[in-house]
């Protein structure tokens, strides 16, 4: 097993509150300081936390090793889940609610996560991004049975494979007996204005008190 650096975290909100974590997970090459911007357009109940994803890349980082965009290395993904599953217990321990918000490399990511161990999430979003098919996490039938999702793909993406996007989209929402909320953006590979106001929506639901799932 690969041993990685203490997670690089930026924080906002009260990281010592037992409110509902909500964990930023950023694309492959970008930084936890990209990616926690978000938060100044979110609910503001929830505590955040982006974390830098372990693996150096270019002037950015990566979640895990691929084999292909969209298509991690089994072996590098279990490691890196294992490494942030560290980080997440001591931070926020089992019975804080934990949503994981992952765009691009991060959505698969968070995809991983939540596969391999659905109950300890309250929710994901997969943003521009895949789930990570045939890398050592299970994607049988009704894995994901009411769990809240909210999948978010631009029509015209031509960063991650057409058919790893439609893969996903299709899982999601006749697979995974997840509870979906799924948006089609004619945008390319981002997240526009519209899926961050369904984002804000939808972790209002999920990840505020009282909160009713958009």
Do not use: C, Q
């Not at 929402?173 to 106001?197: C, E, M």
């Amino acid at each position: 097993m690969t041993t990685f650096a203490a997670p690089t975290v930026a924080w906002r909100g009260d990281r010592d509150s037992d409110a509902p974590l909500v964990v930023l997970l950023h694309g492959r090459g970008s930084n936890e300081t990209d990616i926690i911007a978000l938060a100044d357009d979110l609910p503001a109940e929830p505590t955040y936390a982006a974390v830098r994803a372990p693996i150096a890349e270019g002037g950015g980082y990566a979640w895990f090793a691929n084999r292909g965009i969209g298509r991690p290395v089994s072996e590098s993904l279990a490691d890196t889940m294992s490494w942030f599953r560290s980080w997440l217990d001591d931070v926020a321990p089992v019975g804080r609610p934990v949503v994981l918000v992952g765009f691009s490399g991060g959505a698969a990511f968070a995809g991983g996560l939540i596969l391999d161990d659905p109950a300890r999430y309250a929710g994901a979003a997969i943003l521009s991004g895949t789930l990570p098919f045939d890398a050592g996490v299970p994607t049988t039938a009704s894995r994901l049975a009411g769990v809240p999702v909210l999948v978010a793909h631009g029509d015209a993406d031509t960063v991650i494979p057409r058919d790893l996007l439609e893969r996903t989209w299709s899982y999601l929402h006749d697979g995974s007996g997840a509870s979906v909320t799924g948006v089609r953006d004619p945008g390319g590979h981002g997240i526009s204005a519209g899926v961050l106001a369904k984002l804000n929506d939808w972790l209002t639901g999920v990840a505020t008190p009282n909160g009713t799932p958009a």
